[in-house]
C-alpha cells in the first residue's frame, strides 16, 4: 500500500469519524427535544388541572362569600324594625368590601411599578454601555 492510498484511507477515516460524531450528536439533540415535548404536554396538562381547580375554588370562595355577606345582612336586618333595612345594610357592605378593592388597588399600583429584577436590568444596561463605547472606539 503507498502512502497516498493510506493518506487517502486516513481522511476517509477521519471525515467519516466526524459525520458519524455529527449524526451522533443530532440523534441526541432530537431525543432531548423529543422528551422535553414529551414531558411540557405532560406539564401543560397538569397546569391546565391546577388552573381548573384553582378556578373553581375561586369561585366557590367568591359565592361563599357573598352567600355569607346575605346571611350577616339578613341577620342583622332581621334586628331592626324597616322591613327594607336589609338593602341600606348590602349597600354599606358593599361599599366596605370596593374600599377594600381600591386600597388593594393602590397596592398593586406600587407594586407593579417596581421593577423584578433590578440587578440583571443593571447589569444589561452595563453591558449596553459597554457595548456603546466600544462601538464608539472602533469607530476611531
Not at 57 to 73: E, K, R
Amino acid at each position: 500500500m503507498s502512502s497516498k492510498d493510506q493518506q487517502a484511507g486516513e481522511r476517509t477515516g477521519i471525515l467519516e469519524g466526524v459525520r458519524t460524531f455529527v449524526e451522533n450528536i443530532g440523534a441526541h439533540i432530537t431525543l432531548r427535544l423529543r422528551l422535553a415535548g414529551l414531558e411540557g404536554r405532560e406539564a401543560g396538562k397538569h397546569l391546565i388541572k391546577l388552573l381548573v381547580l384553582v378556578v373553581a375554588m375561586v369561585v366557590l370562595l367568591a359565592l361563599g362569600w357573598v352567600l355569607l355577606c346575605l346571611a350577616i345582612a339578613f341577620l342583622i336586618a332581621g334586628f331592626c324594625d324597616d322591613p327594607h333595612v336589609w338593602v341600606w345594610i348590602v349597600g354599606g357592605m358593599a361599599v366596605f368590601h370596593l374600599l377594600g378593592v381600591a386600597g388593594i388597588a393602590f397596592i398593586l399600583k406600587d407594586k407593579i411599578a417596581t421593577p423584578l429584577f433590578p440587578q440583571t436590568l443593571d447589569e444589561f444596561k452595563k453591558d449596553q454601555e459597554w457595548l456603546e463605547k466600544n462601538k464608539r472606539t472602533d469607530r476611531n
